[in-house]
T-cell receptor, first 113, second 114 residues
Framework: DAKTTQPTSMDCAEGRAANLPCNHSTISGNEYVYWYRQIHSQGPQYIIHGLKNNETNEMASLIITEDRKSSTLILPHATLRDTAVYYCIVRGLSGGSNYKLTFGKGTLLTVNP | DTAVSQTPKYLVTQMGNDKSIKCEQNLGHDTMYWYKQDSKKFLKIMFSYNNKELIINETVPNRFSPKSPDKAHLNLHINSLELGDSAVYFC?????????????FGPGTRLTVL
């Protein structure tokens, strides 16, 4: 699976947009970019995923660069409840590896009042 | 209704004991997983089952034995518990193992081995 690089931590003011970057320069052409988050003491929660095109759902937007080597997760109006560790994951396709999510260290996003 | 549920939520036991953690999903998914999150917060896959068949078995001691009685359940049995087994264990499920499918996680079981 391609590796990802994320900042260790970020801060964001409540009500503002939170932009979380992720580098995945070794991503293969048919690998998806997934974002999950883990709020303290809870199980990870799926946010969004994409292959090439930008994606948007009720939680967030995912912007993938044209060369697919990096992406940005955007929480348009961050709230205190968005404070969590955010994981950017590239999902492999070979054999059984496409079944698993390989979590890195993620980015701790702290939303401040 | 909870999509992915685990029991118990907390488990405290002595070294050497045998314990089980149960997981159930009511999403109709074909694939289920067990992940372990250690004290440093690293989250790692342990096992994956698809339609009751073992798909992934990462480097996990054979003291850990998953059992899938049906597609909706994936239980984790641990023999001869050791201090290093203390962690939070998460169960998850997905529609199938395809790359486009999201995984739904349970609330976790915090295991403490004394």
């Amino acid at each position: 699976d391609a590796k990802t690089t994320q900042p260790t931590s970020m801060d964001c003011a409540e009500g503002r947009a939170a932009n979380l970057p992720c580098n995945h320069s070794t991503i293969s052409g048919n690998e998806y970019v997934y974002w999950y988050r883990q709020i303290h003491s809870q199980g990870p929660q799926y946010i969004i995923h994409g292959l090439k095109n930008n994606e948007t759902n009720e939680m967030a937007s995912l912007i993938i660069t044209e060369d697919r080597k990096s992406s940005t997760l955007i929480l348009p109006h961050a709230t205190l409840r968005d404070t969590a560790v955010y994981y950017c994951i590239v999902r492999g396709l070979s054999g059984g590896s496409n079944y698993k999510l390989t979590f890195g260290k993620g980015t701790l996003l702290t939303v401040n009042p | 209704d909870t999509a992915v549920s685990q029991t118990p939520k907390y488990l405290v036991t002595q070294m050497g004991n045998d314990k089980s953690i149960k997981c159930e999903q009511n999403l109709g998914h074909d694939t289920m997983y067990w992940y372990k999150q250690d004290s440093k917060k690293f989250l790692k896959i342990m096992f994956s089952y698809n339609n009751k068949e073992l798909i992934i078995n990462e480097t996990v001691p054979n003291r850990f034995s998953p059992k899938s009685p049906d597609k909706a359940h994936l239980n984790l049995h641990i023999n001869s518990l050791e201090l290093g087994d203390s962690a939070v264990y998460f169960c998850a499920s997905s529609r199938d193992g395809g790359s486009s499918n999201e995984q739904f996680f349970g609330p976790g079981t915090r295991l403490t081995v004394l």
